[in-house]
């Protein structure tokens, strides 16, 4: 009788633990669903301010639904927004820790910047949970050897010097 409260309350907390397991894998809700049709045929468009907005959507509708925000990450990478794309990826490893996508995703966004050192922690910690073989090891890898890609130019870099004479 003394320990039925202690029981109770252990019994509950399992039940917690096994019901929130059950739901990382849970499809996301229709309209979302629908939501990230539509992003992933505006990323393969070739437009990806238009799947960030969609994707961005479907957040709203299923905020729990956490492969929404590799999408999001893989469209601002496509848009060039690497730093906002490495926290969308974070965001998909702080919910799910070793979810390789996100980690893969993040690598590539990080190669992008010019990190390098921390896209091979990345690619190091691909290699421990699944090896050499898998997509994302290997993707990673290919990243990591091509490099960062060169800045583009803008007019604004090279502007002369403004300097007024008289004739």
Same mark, same amino acid.
């Given at each position: 009788?003394?320990?039925?409260?202690?029981?109770?309350?252990?019994?509950?907390?399992?039940? &917690?633990?096994?019901?929130?397991?059950?739901?990382?894998?849970?499809?996301?809700?229709?309209?979302?669903?629908?939501?990230?049709?539509?992003?992933?045929?505006?990323?393969?468009?070739?437009?990806?301010?238009?799947?960030?907005?969609?994707?961005?959507?479907?957040?709203?509708?299923?905020?729990?639904?956490?492969?929404?925000?590799?999408?999001?990450?893989?469209?601002?990478?496509?848009?060039?927004?690497?730093?906002?794309?490495?926290?969308?990826?974070?965001?998909?490893?702080?919910?799910?820790? !070793?979810?390789?996508?996100?980690?893969?995703? !993040?690598? !590539?966004?990080?190669? !992008?910047?010019?990190?390098?050192?921390?896209?091979?922690?990345?690619?190091?910690?691909?290699?421990?949970?699944?090896?050499?073989?898998?997509?994302?090891?290997?993707?990673?890898?290919?990243?990591?050897?091509?490099?960062?890609?060169?800045?583009?130019?803008?007019?604004?870099?090279? &502007?002369?010097?403004?300097?007024?004479?008289?004739?």
């Amino acid at each position: 009788m003394r320990f039925a409260p202690a029981a109770a309350a252990l019994s509950l907390a399992l039940v &917690m633990t096994a019901s929130v397991g059950v739901a990382e894998d849970r499809e996301a809700s229709p309209r979302a669903a629908m939501l990230i049709a539509e992003g992933k045929g505006a990323l393969e468009a070739g437009q990806p301010q238009k799947a960030i907005d969609a994707f961005e959507a479907a957040l709203v509708v299923d905020p729990a639904y956490t492969p929404l925000f590799i999408q999001l990450g893989e469209a601002a990478r496509r848009e060039g927004l690497q730093g906002k794309a490495i926290a969308y990826y974070r965001e998909a490893l702080m919910r799910d820790p !070793e979810n390789l996508a996100a980690i893969s995703g !993040e690598g !590539e966004a990080l190669v !992008e910047k010019g990190a390098i050192a921390k896209a091979r922690t990345n690619l190091d910690r691909l290699e421990s949970l699944c090896g050499s073989g898998c997509t994302e090891t290997r993707t990673l890898a290919a990243a990591i050897a091509r490099g960062p890609q060169p800045q583009v130019l803008r007019a604004e870099a090279v &502007m002369p010097d403004a300097q007024v004479t008289q004739n």
